[in-house]
């Protein structure tokens, strides 16, 4: 072998473990706030520590596709019109997840009835999946990031989805109108809420259906023990440890908290004040039967944010002594809550105002609001590419 041929041979043999030894992807990542915006059809990007918009993207690009072929379907039709009553209007983007490397965003499409995923930085739909539901609700994703659980609602199942191909892989029974998703921290059990037949009056609840909480395998999807309630079982957190659960409840001011062991109630919060705004809409004129529909821990385990979505307020309150710490009133339909990544904020959604309200859960103050699209509500947090922060929307949503 000539000095040439050696020298070629041993280049490519260095170039091919350099190759080898080199991750798959050096991209960077930045943390960041992920708001679904309702009624505008459109996902919202905050920067993660700052809150600062980063922009927004569309996901409903085929909107008027979609909605030729559900209106085709006298059926689904008479659904449609049933969800947008429900909930004040049509409801394009329900909840979100970022895939792990922040490189595609997932999407339960609400009166779309689907879930799709878009490529981020070419706008892409890379798959849609009808959920064979008149709304496809709240989602979680697995902690690998292989799986979403979306909640079917007028099914009565939460499927879970393939977040590669967009097939369904799997289905659990979850009571009359599944709802609120969680999943456990190491991936294992899913957390689901059903809240029965939203469309039938207070005066009927008795036949609502089942309202419950199940706990379901995340592998087998198999039902592990399920508890059943008298009302809806609304927006819910895990305590650490997965002894008890919080959980928010149809008709109901307030929360309360369970025992995951046998589901009994252990202790009501029920004091929180009643407002004359809130007061008109009882019974039968909340959204989807909801009172309060928001709730989160702070990072340090020891208080509660409670979004008091009728009566437009957010409540900070004492886990251990379940005290009212500090109320915030004065903001607009405050629809869900999220801890901030720090863990010291309650990062609000306000749903009629079009915002974002940052609240300490130390002073219980509201330190800033945040512009976003129209009617958010769902809040995730993520980890975004960087390389996909340029090709947002300017817009902040």
Known sequence: MSSRTRAIALAVCAFAVAAIAAPSSNAATRDVVVVGNAFGGTVSFLDGNTYSSLGSINIAPDLATRKFLIRLNPINLIGWEVVKGQKGGENYVDDVALSNDGKKLYVSRGILQDVAAFDIKTKKMLWRTDMGTFNSDHM???????????????????KAVNTSTGKIIGEIDAGDYPHGVDISEDGKRVYIGSIGTTSLPYSLNSLKGNKQLTIADANTYKVIKSFKYDYGVRPTFISPGEQTAFFQRSYYRGFVEVSLATGAILRTKSDLPATSAGDALYPDKLPANSMHHGLSLSGDGTRICNAGTIDNYVSIVDRASFGTLSTVGGLSK????????????????????????????ATGLETKRVAVGNYPQRERLGKLDTTVVSSLSSSAG
């Open 140 to 158: 979680a994703i697995t902690p690998d990031g292989t799986r979403l659980f979306v909640s079917a609602t007028t099914s009565g199942k939460t």
């Open 334 to 361: 405050p629809y869900w809550s999220q801890t901030s990544l720090d863990g010291n904020s309650c990062l609000v959604s306000n749903s009629t105002g079009n915002y974002v309200s940052v609240i300490s859960y």
